[in-house]
């Protein structure tokens, strides 16, 4: 009877240790830090830090799927069917060390075509899908720079021509307003 307790405890023990290992392992955001905006013009960042670095395989410029669990429930057959995964958004990696990496958000996925989420941005606990990652190879900012190129008009097609400074002082000699103006009156 001993021998069996000691075989049963073992196996708990090596299946605790197995479970907690791979969830160790999971590559999640663990904080999201916010720059303040002191002008108008100056852009808002946020960034996620992710604890996973370069010995998990991530690279700097690297796009990659971020995705949400949400546990569901069945109440009609009382029990969990298992946990929903939904894809929240993608961030570009702009900063990989040992250990931690650091990502900023690149696209968000719309709502239309997905399970409703409480809160529709990236968050702290959400993990990262290795095997959607590719390289931002910069196509998207060859296609912006070629359309701005395009919508900028060369120096040499504008042309500004001044007034003389004594047709200026004409026209504003005769803006004068009439001295006998009547106004209506309400009643």
Not at 43 to 51: A, E, F, G, L, S
Not at 57 to 83: F, K
Not at 111 to 128: F, H, Q, T, W
């Amino acid at each position: 009877m001993y021998r069996l307790w000691i075989g049963v405890f073992t196996i708990l023990i090596i299946l605790s240790v197995d479970l907690t290992t791979a969830w160790a392992q999971q590559i999640t955001v663990f904080d999201v830090k916010k720059n303040l905006k002191l002008t108008k013009d100056e852009k808002t960042y946020r960034d996620y830090y992710i604890n996973a670095g370069e010995e998990e395989g991530l690279r700097a410029g690297m796009i990659v799927t971020v995705e949400r669990r949400q546990s569901t429930y069945d109440h009609h057959q009382n029990m969990s069917p298992g946990e929903l995964r939904v894809a929240v958004g993608k961030l570009k990696i702009i900063h990989v060390q040992k250990g931690l990496s650091v990502g900023r958000l690149h696209s968000r996925f719309s709502a239309d075509n997905r399970p409703m989420l409480d809160y529709n941005y990236i968050m702290i606990g959400d993990s990262l899908n290795l095997s959607s990652a590719y390289m931002d190879r910069g196509r998207k900012n060859k296609q912006k720079r070629k359309a701005s190129s395009l919508q900028e008009p060369s120096i040499e097609a504008i042309s500004i021509k001044a007034k003389e400074p004594e047709t200026v002082k004409k026209t504003e000699a005769k803006a004068e307003l009439p001295q006998n103006l009547s106004l209506p009156t309400i009643q």
